[in-house]
């Protein structure tokens, strides 16, 4: 039998075995140029986006509970912010855009377009939350490139330095490939050339994009920063700054990138520039936190409830020991047959584990973890996404923002240690009105189960989802833990301002300039880059 740590072989996307060197394609570590005590110099070029009219703008249909966003409560706060807009007409977009838009496949307004569009055009700092799947990229993407146009944006092709009008950064390269390609879509047949330039790639490939011009840089931050470093993108123009799972970005395994990214040379300070932030979750100290990077006029814009799941996902917890988790997962994907699954575990020698035994049980599985080279990852969710593998076994490198069609089950084969964690996981289902499935182990002598009880108890409920007896059983008894209800304020369902002028002064508490305790990452073993 296969232990944890035995090279798996059979799963497709390749693997490199034994003697990978770990961490040279994966977070921090995720630009090499050749130095001997860093590995080797990554030489991997991704192959070009798809250039066909119809490849660009194809796109999965909303599901049946589309128009049921309409339904969702909007929470605005913030002074003078401008009303909402009902439709793509309202948003006096130019008439390419308009287009594009329409080809894309967009009729309707969602609640967080509705509200963000007309805030990012009136020149407001926005920090947006919303659930997974309900548009936010489009709600960033499409002012900006509004007030590109009406502002007659030119070529830039090369220039030396590039001077870009709009940054965008997100924690995982998957992520930010995701928002390159909706730009792209978007600026079709117009001047601006987005670019989106990310770790694990050569690092003279990222150069060459930039210097064909670039309006939008999609980046992660270490290649950002590098970039930076080198002199090859200059600041002064920038007029938009966004974050993308904000949250993320300003916890402490990012913030000191965010932090040197502003105090970059020729950045434009908080008051000459624009800021958005947008994410599923929100804890009130990162709400604290980004009040340092927003105007002080900012706009929140909450679309249900922070950190609350979409209720188009049913979801389950099903009680199984750790032993028992092997057994209870190849029983549901049998009975799942080859409908498209995610099933995210803790670690990454356990993603490659458990999708070899997959493998060896006939169930056609890839994995994407940190420490993938990144063509792998690439090749893997490609065939995740074509029906090949219809399984993909994956770390929370996979968790945030990934929009891939037809997923209709999420499985938890580990509970993660932060209950913000769970919810993006499962909004990897249930996207633009489809519906899906989130199963999720428990564990009740995990350490992790024991951190989020509490927290989950309260996201079934704030769902309409069933909670088992069990569940509440060990919530009620469980101390110590993440809790909704102990500290309700940490997971504000609201601006946190409008119940403190004077700072977050909880444990986990912002006060002044600093975290005096921070956020644990969602995941300690994995690197995002």
């Not at 055009?121 to 009406?150: E, N, Y």
């Not at 979409?310 to 988790?325: A, L, N, P, R, T």
């Not at 209800?485 to 504000?492: G, L, N, R, T, Y």
């Amino acid at each position: 039998m296969l232990q944890i740590g035995q090279l798996p072989t059979c799963f497709p996307g390749g693997y490199r075995g034994r003697n990978e060197d770990v961490g040279v394609e994966s977070g921090k570590g995720q630009d090499n140029f050749g130095n001997a005590d860093t590995g080797p110099k990554v030489t991997y070029v991704p192959p070009p986006p798809p250039d066909a009219e119809d490849e660009i703008f194809r796109h999965y249909q909303t599901g049946i509970n589309f128009d049921k966003y309409d339904e969702i409560l909007v929470d605005v706060s913030g002074t003078n912010a401008p009303p909402a807009i009902l439709s793509f007409e309202d948003a006096d977009l130019s008439e390419t855009l308009t287009k594009n838009v329409y080809k894309a496949g967009y009729v309707k307004l969602t609640p967080i377009q509705k509200h963000s569009i007309p805030i990012v055009m009136a020149g407001r700092d926005l920090m947006a939350c919303a659930q997974t799947g309900s548009g936010k990229t489009a709600a960033f993407l499409l002012p900006i490139l509004a007030h590109m146009m009406k502002s007659g944006i030119a070529a830039s092709q090369f220039k030396e330095i590039q001077e870009p009008e709009a940054i965008i950064v997100a924690p995982t390269r998957e992520l930010i490939n995701q928002i390159y390609l909706d730009a792209r879509k978007f600026s079709y047949g117009t001047v601006v050339r987005p670019v989106v330039i990310y770790g694990g790639t050569q690092t003279s490939h990222s150069l060459r994009q930039i210097f064909q011009g670039c309006n939008i840089l999609c980046a992660t931050p270490g290649r950002l920063l590098d970039v930076i470093n080198k002199e090859k993108i200059g600041l002064s123009k920038v007029k938009y700054l966004v974050l993308d799972e904000a949250d993320r970005m300003l916890d402490m395994g990012f913030m000191e990138d965010v932090r040197k990214l502003l105090s970059s040379p020729g950045m434009p300070t908080k008051e000459e520039r624009q800021t958005l932030m947008f994410s599923a979750t929100f804890p009130a100290p990162i709400q604290s936190l980004a009040r340092e990077i927003l105007k002080p006029d900012y706009i929140f814009v909450v679309v249900g409830q922070v950190g609350g799941a979409c209720s188009d996902v049913e979801q389950q917890i099903i009680e199984v020991d750790e032993y028992g988790k092997r057994d209870k997962l190849l029983e549901i994907l049998q009975s799942i047959g080859h409908e498209r699954t995610m099933v995210f575990v803790k670690t990454k020698k356990k993603a490659d584990f458990i999708a070899t035994v997959l493998c060896q049980e006939k169930l056609p599985s890839t994995s994407i973890h940190g420490d993938r080279e990144q063509r792998e990852r690439e090749k893997a969710l490609h065939d995740f996404r074509s029906g090949q593998c219809p399984v993909i076994v994956a770390t929370s490198v996979a968790a945030r923002g990934l929009d891939i069609e037809n997923v209709q089950h999420v499985i938890n084969f580990d509970i993660p240690g932060d209950i913000d964690e769970y919810v993006h996981r499962i909004g990897r289902t249930g996207r633009c009105g489809n519906t899906g499935k989130a199963i999720s182990f428990f564990d009740r002598k995990g350490d992790d189960e024991q951190k989020v009880v509490r927290g989950l108890v309260k996201i079934l409920t704030d769902a309409h989802q069933e909670v088992p007896a069990w569940l509440e059983e060990i919530a009620f008894s469980a101390h110590g833990t993440q809790s909704y209800s102990s500290h309700p304020s940490k997971f504000a369902s609201v601006d946190d301002r409008k119940a403190s002028r004077g700072g977050f002064q909880e444990d986990n508490s912002y006060s002044g300039s600093s975290f005096t305790k921070a956020p644990a990452p969602a995941e300690e073993e994995e690197d995002w880059g």
